[in-house]
């Protein structure tokens, strides 16, 4: 990477820093082009040259921040045993989604999608769409399910009840509840792929 291109990657950073900070502290709707410009120590110009609208910049803050995040739950899924590649995404997937970051943004959503509902399509449009495309593959590859949205869409809400529990003001699970809840939600749903269908009359 040359030296120009260094420079631009460093400003698109910068700005997606003070995104992120000025999101997060402030609301989508509080937050402005010209209070992220001097976040980032850049002009207003230069952010709408990376970003051309409020929603873009949104979009690509979001994509910034789960992006490392995203990556290690992911790599879990290569373990060879499923049980345990199922695991292991599961503990990560929760802790992830108790992370201070990632709490502050479902914050924001709640309050104020109702004002903003473009936050909420946007968020949906980049957050979920890679999880459930590894998941996806995952369930097909692996545990051989043609159509597994239903077993998808089960076992990650079983694992996000903590979240919605934080999000209610109750405390943060400790390592040792999030690993035995994770445990729990995985052998139920391994179980229900084992279990024989009965015949309907």
Request: hydrophobic share 40%; net charge neutral.
């Amino acid at each position: 990477m040359g030296k120009i291109e260094q420079n631009r990657e460093k400003k698109r950073t910068a700005i997606l820093n003070a995104a992120q900070e000025t999101f997060l502290s402030q609301g989508f709707i509080q937050a402005s082009m010209d209070k992220i410009a001097v976040q980032a120590k850049v002009t207003k110009q230069t952010v709408y040259r990376y970003f051309p609208s409020k929603i873009d910049l949104f979009k690509a803050t979001l994509q910034h921040m789960g992006g490392d995040s995203q990556n290690n739950f992911f790599i879990t899924l290569e373990k060879p045993e499923i049980a345990e590649a199922l695991q292991s995404f599961a503990e990560s997937f929760i802790h992830t989604h108790l992370s201070e970051t990632h709490l502050c943004t479902m914050r924001l959503l709640i309050a104020e999608s109702a004002k903003a509902p473009e936050i909420t399509s946007t968020f949906f449009s980049v957050c979920p769409s890679e999880t459930e495309q590894k998941l996806t593959a995952f369930f097909k590859d692996r545990l051989g399910l043609a159509d597994p949205q239903k077993q998808i869409d089960l076992w990650t809400a079983m694992l996000l009840s903590f979240r919605t529990t934080v999000l209610l003001g109750m405390p943060r699970p400790t390592d040792e509840e999030i690993t035995e809840h994770a445990k729990a939600a995985t052998a139920f749903l391994l179980a229900s792929q084992l279990a024989p269908v009965k015949p309907t009359n």
